[in-house]
């Protein structure tokens, strides 16, 4: 693969043939099972994307390669505030510099948990850990222990971790580890009603994410009716309303991703962008569920790290010192506009969906996501690193030099797109 980048008019002009990233993937190949794994195995993206990434800085990144691009993707998520930003930067590291993993936390903790407290409307207590699978795993044990109850109601098709309890993919899992779950359909109050009737007296909670935003399909907001629907039948059955905001908080909102819909989760579970890039997961509650959070028994091993506390409570600063949130909303809303006039402009039917801050591109009719597809492979070669089958995240750290780029690449996937259509 040398000459992936052969019309390329990214930020250096320059092209690199992908040689390190062939090399690493060859050696991980013999010791990385099928040579990488999870969601960000470059294996199903187009064969223009790289595997390995070298580093970052603000909104955009360079692969191992040196290959520069405009980040679309921020990690999948956790990067909000752009690559390295110096503030979150400086605070983790001068955390890590007094210690980082000792035998109880720091300071920090405290500090953190009272900021969490502080900022997110419903919550009265903060618990942390490192991964949203543990922050949402952790949100459906402490309502079974508040409850005294077994059954938790989810989406269909809703993604809330790697778990054997909700991964997507079935290798590995047994029907015991679904056992106590039962499904609905996002935005339908009567599926939610009826799936809670079926679990009877034993309904402990009911888990949803703030908008649909399902990989792979059209994203789908929250009707307000469907979240003030969830509120009533969580009360009426004395179950937890847990709300997944691990992929939204605070993307789109500082005192949770409901805030705006006004309506109030029990428990949440948050991670990615909460420390800009650092590990770190939180699980918020309410006091009626203290006691049930009290009993259970979690933990990990890296859990209660100093340096990613002090990187979230930076982050929190940043994120309202920059209003950052409005900006990554401007952003997103002339991303949005200018890929609609370029599509109308190419001729294409496009779906353009999700909040401004996390939309997601689909082609009408493409099956199989091969145009969305073959749109990426384009748009990467001319310097934006967006994703065909997953939403994007826009960060606040994106210039209008940035959003140029971005659009530049897009417009040249479209047209490339036309030209091949069109066989001219
Ligand atoms: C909505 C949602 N919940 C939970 C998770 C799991 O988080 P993690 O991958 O950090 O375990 C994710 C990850 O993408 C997510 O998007």
């Known amino acids: 693969m040398t000459d992936l980048a052969q019309d390329r008019t990214g930020p250096q002009g320059t092209l690199r043939p992908r040689s390190a990233d ?28 790289p595997q390995f990434m070298r580093s970052g800085r603000g909104a955009r990144i360079w692969d191992v390669d040196g290959n520069e691009y405009v980040d679309l993707m921020n990690s999948y998520g956790p990067v909000v505030l752009g690559h390295r930003h110096p503030a979150v930067e400086e605070a983790a590291a ?6 980082d993993c000792q035998n109880g936390p ?13 900022t997110v409307d419903h919550a009265d207590w903060a618990m942390l850990a490192k991964n949203g699978t543990d922050a949402t795993t952790a949100c459906c044990t402490i309502a079974r222990a508040q409850t005294g109850r ?38 339908d109050l009567a599926s939610v009603r009826a799936a809670a009737a079926g679990a009877g007296d034993d309904l402990a909670g ?43 908080g605070f993307r789109l909102a500082l005192g949770s991703s409901w805030e705006p819909v006004g309506v109030r989760p029990d428990l949440s579970a948050w991670s990615k962008a909460i420390a800009n890039g650092h590990a770190l997961a939180a699980v918020l509650g309410n006091d009626a569920f203290r006691g ?29 010192d920059e209003d950052a949130i409005a900006t990554m909303a401007r952003t997103g809303e002339e991303l949005r506009a200018g890929i609609l006039a370029q599509a109308d402009n190419y001729g294409f039917a496009v779906n353009y969906t999700g909040p401004p801050q996390m939309p997601y591109l689909t082609f009408t009719g493409d099956r199989g996501h091969a145009l969305a597809s073959e749109f990426a492979g384009h748009a990467i070669r001319h310097g934006a690193y967006l994703h065909p089958r997953h939403n994007w995240f826009v960060s606040a750290a994106m210039t209008g030099d940035d959003l140029a780029l971005a659009l530049g690449a897009t417009d040249a996937a479209f047209a490339a797109l036309r030209r091949r259509l069109s066989g001219s």
Request: proline share 7%; charged share 15%.
């Open 206 to 248: 009911i888990l949803v994410s703030p908008f649909r935003h399902d990989a792979g399909f059209d994203q789908e907001l929250v009707d307000p009716a469907f979240a003030r629907g969830l509120r009533e039948v969580c009360d009426a059955a004395g179950a937890a309303l847990i709300l997944d905001d691990v992929r939204c």
């Open 22 to 49: 062939q090399e690493l993937r060859a050696r991980a190949r013999a010791v990385i099972p099928g040579g990488m794994y999870g969601h960000q195995n470059a294996g199903p993206l187009p064969p223009e994307y």
């Open 94 to 99: 001068r955390q890590a510099a007094q210690a």
């Open 150 to 187: 077994g059954t938790i109601l989810a989406a269909k098709g809703a993604y809330h971790g790697a778990a054997p309890w909700c991964t997507p993919r079935p290798a590995g899992v047994t029907p015991a580890d679904r056992a106590n779950l039962a499904y609905y359909t996002f935005n």
């Open 292 to 320: 049930g959070a009290q009993e259970v028994f979690i933990t990990g091993s890296f859990w209660f790290a100093a340096a990613a506390m002090a990187a979230s409570i930076a982050t929190i600063g940043a994120l309202r």
């Open 106 to 118: 720091g300071p920090v903790m405290v500090e953190l948990a009272e900021l969490l407290v502080e």
